[in-house]
């Protein structure tokens, strides 16, 4: 049984790298994102206080358009988080009531398939691009642009040779926005995503 399976298992990789043209795709996510967004208010005659604004939310997009070689895939892909909102005022008296943290990234990924022969395939991927982060304090706002890292896994189904569908997880670090309002007092905001996402992918 054993010589069975390594046998159907070099098989398997035969056959895979005869079949390894080189072939495009595009795919779209949708994903349902818990947000961890942290925040930092200092000031001088106040207390460090840290802000945990974690929420759940529904409906981030994720679209891309990549190349496959294989057991490899490069892709480039365009990230919009939905925005994450709080209302509160801090002790030390920055007016965040209407705190709003806006957030889209766009990364180079790239993917490595364990092709079974079978229909299903599981993936590992990481990837690196910049973020754009807005954080929207009520009466004034800060922007930024950062370097943004993800780590990727999951596992696909071909339905046939063009159609493909995905699910996977993501963990994305955006960064942070630091807004300085004067006196000492700055307020520092930290970005990190962990997504399930759905998807499919149009292989051509």
Known sequence: MKKFLLLAGVACLFSANANAGVSQYVSGKLSYDFNKVKTKVAG???????????KVLVGSTHVAYGVRAGYVRGEIELNNSRDVKRNWVSDDGVNLK????????????????????????????????????????????KSVYNLAWQVMGGLTYDLNSNWTLDLGYRY???????KNFGEGRVVKTTARDHEILFGVRYEF
């Open 44 to 54: 001088q005659t106040a207390e460090v206080a840290h802000l945990k604004l974690n």
């Open 98 to 141: 209407h705190f709003r943290l806006y957030k889209h990234s766009v990364m180079a990924n790239a993917y490595f398939d364990y092709l079974t022969c079978t229909p299903w395939t599981p993936y590992v991927g990481a990837g690196l691009g910049t973020s754009y982060l807005k954080a929207d304090y009520g009466e004034v706002a």
């Open 172 to 178: 994305a670090d955006l960064g942070r926005v630091r």
